[in-house]
């Protein structure tokens, strides 16, 4: 249990439907991230919120649209996936609000997204 | 371009020791950690390294040389429950962190 939760852990989905994935954290963390892990690839950072604005946004295709109601939730809305958008997507967060600066991250389990 | 090298699988034995090496090239150097991720589970933090040197925590130590850009992950007394999935990571000058691919450690009885 590392205080990070993610829902659902799996999901499948066809390529015209529209899902969410939840992500909500108990630790009173400021900075939130959505990462994808796919096999054998390092970890790539998609978005990051610090104080429930976004201040990262690495090239990220516009299928994947996040959303920071709070500085505890974190959702991440899919539309349109394409098969090669299958993969494990890794909440996580941190203590402070500069982004990544302390290193120490907070991950939930991920959901596995598998897209047909 | 910044990277990271692991090895992306090593097999040892139950009670032995393993060594998991990193090798970085990056803009800028803020810290290296290291990670472990067991199969369907979160990453979790291990290790902090800033300064040259090794760092022991139990069973597990990590190493540093920021000359070499070099790290290593060193894990003894090895039990079944060690495998899993050793992330390395670098903090760059702008505090962003650079990630491996992940080396895939197998124990075996």
């Known amino acids: 249990e590392t205080g990070v939760t993610q829902t659902p852990r799996h999901l499948v989905m066809g390529m015209t439907n529209k899902k969410s994935l939840k992500c909500e954290q108990h630790l009173g963390h400021n900075a939130m991230y959505w990462y994808k892990q796919s096999a054998k690839k390092p970890l790539e950072l998609m978005f990051v919120?610090?104080?429930?604005?976004?201040?990262e946004n690495n090239s990220v295709p516009s299928r994947f649209s996040p959303e920071c109601p709070n500085s505890s939730h974190l959702f991440l809305h899919l539309h349109t996936l394409q098969p090669e958008d299958s993969a494990l997507y890794l909440c996580?967060?941190?203590?402070?609000?500069?982004?990544?600066?302390?290193?120490?991250?907070?991950f939930g389990e991920g959901s596995r997204l598998t897209v047909l | 371009g910044q990277n990271i090298d692991q090895p992306t699988e090593m097999t040892a034995t139950e009670g032995a020791i393993v060594q998991i090496n990193c090798t970085y090239q990056t803009s800028g150097f803020n810290g290296l950690f290291w990670y472990q991720q067991h199969a369907g589970e979160a990453p979790t933090f291990l290790s902090y390294?800033?300064l040259d040197g090794l760092e022991e925590k139990g069973r597990f130590s990590s190493f540093l040389s920021r000359s070499k850009g070099y790290s290593y992950l060193l894990l003894k007394e090895l039990q079944m429950k060690d495998s899993a999935s050793y992330l390395c990571?670098?903090?760059?000058?702008?505090?962003?962190?650079?990630w491996g691919a992940g080396t895939k450690l197998i124990i075996k009885p």
């Open positions: 990571a670098v903090l760059d000058s702008n505090y962003q962190l650079i």
């Open positions: 996580a967060s941190s203590p402070v609000g500069g982004g990544q600066d302390t290193g120490e991250l907070f």
């Open positions: 919120y610090n104080f429930k604005e976004q201040t």
């Open positions: 390294n800033v």
